[in-house]
C-alpha cells in the first residue's frame, strides 16, 4: 500500500548541478519522450544534448562578440 506522498516507481533523478550545465536537461527529457524523437530515450541523452546546445550557444556568442568589437 502506498502511502500519502509516496510513488510507486522511483524518480529519475538528473544531476544538473553535477554536470554543471546552464541548460535544464529535465525539460530535454521531457521534450524527447513527448515529442517521441525516438521509441527509448536514454539516461545521458538529456544530458548530452544540453551540453551540445550549451557549447553551440557559446561558439555563437564569442563570434558575435567579435564581429561587435570589430564594428
Known sequence: M???GKSLCKKISFPQY???SSF???SYLRF???EKYA???GVGAPIFLAAVLEYD???VLD???NV???N
Do not use: H, M, W
Open 32 to 34: 524527447q519522450i513527448v
Open 24 to 26: 535544464p536537461s529535465r
Open 2 to 4: 502506498v502511502g500519502k
Open 63 to 65: 563570434l558575435a562578440g
Open 39 to 41: 521509441e527509448r530515450v
Open 18 to 20: 553535477k554536470n554543471k
Open 57 to 59: 550557444a557559446t561558439e
Open 68 to 70: 561587435a568589437r570589430e
